[in-house]
């Protein structure tokens, strides 16, 4: 019994003191994983995928994903800044590269280490296309998304150790725990929780696009023709992204107020 309570009170301690707040929406998020450590392993790690694929440089693809890269996160900087938080990106170290494959995919690191598959290209287009998918992809690097999946995962085996403890006697219930526990904590917290992460990069990008001097339509352009090569989706709720329907529905809904954030920062044309 004591050891279950010091397990509950240990749980709710680091769930209260390890927090951050998210630049962009102001809520409080979850850190037990400091940046300290997380950069540093993710520019490894980066440097190494890049030492096993084949970088494409010098081309016009090359080029244009460097350049919407830079863009992304010169905007990343003025938001941040005028927001007052300056030096946020201090221990960020951006770099952007164009990788040889069929994959129709991208992603960021955390600390702004981004990778363009060819295969996503013919989906995005236009640069407008390629700014929405790295905004996309920015955003989650911004949101400390990358930490938060971290730390929501160590408190779920924090809280099948406690529910292991408590059922110690009972072997028969300790079964039907895990499995329920590990049923309900990925379709009730873990998948909610990534598919939360996927709306809000959805929502930062498109203001990051719009201040880099992009069209935000072209996102939900961009969506449309992903849904329309996509095949046999799982449904949104079994699923770590939300459904292209209501990415595209969103993404409508936010483009003019996305635009008007920019035109704070004096961008009134925009690029399609």
């Known amino acids: 019994m004591i050891l279950r309570k010091s397990l509950i009170t240990l749980l709710l301690g680091v769930m209260v003191v390890a927090c951050s707040t998210n630049p962009f929406t102001g809520k409080q998020t979850l850190a037990l994983v400091p940046n300290s450590q997380i950069l540093p392993m993710a520019f490894q790690q980066y ?5 096993e694929n084949k970088v494409v440089k010098g081309t016009a693809d090359a080029n244009m994903v460097k350049s919407v890269g830079q863009k992304m996160a010169a905007a990343a900087e003025r938001y941040l800044n005028a927001n007052g938080y300056a030096g946020y990106l201090t221990d960020y170290r951006w770099e952007y590269n164009l990788i040889e494959s069929k994959d129709v995919n991208a992603w960021c690191m955390p600390g702004g280490k981004i ?3 060819t295969g996503i290209l013919p989906v995005t287009k236009t640069e407008a296309g390629l700014a929405a998918v790295m905004g996309h992809e920015v955003a989650h690097a911004l949101a400390n998304h990358g930490q938060q999946r971290m730390s929501a995962a160590q408190l779920q085996q924090l809280g099948a150790v406690a529910g292991n403890v408590a059922l110690a006697n009972n072997p028969e219930n300790q079964q039907i725990f895990n499995t329920a526990y590990g049923l309900g904590s990925n379709l009730g917290v873990m998948l909610p929780f990534s598919r939360s992460h996927e709306t809000e990069a959805d929502h930062i990008g498109l203001i990051l696009m719009a201040i880099a001097g992009y069209e935000p339509m072209a996102a939900a352009q961009l969506w449309e023709r992903m849904q329309a090569q996509s095949q046999g989706a799982p449904p949104e709720f079994l699923s770590t992204h939300p459904a292209s329907t209501t990415r595209i529905q969103n993404i409508k809904g936010w483009a003019a107020s996305a635009k008007a954030e ?9 690029k399609n």
């Open 47 to 51: 440097d190494q995928f890049l030492s």
């Open 115 to 117: 990778v363009v598959y």
């Open 262 to 270: 920019a035109r704070k920062f004096g961008v009134t044309t925009f």
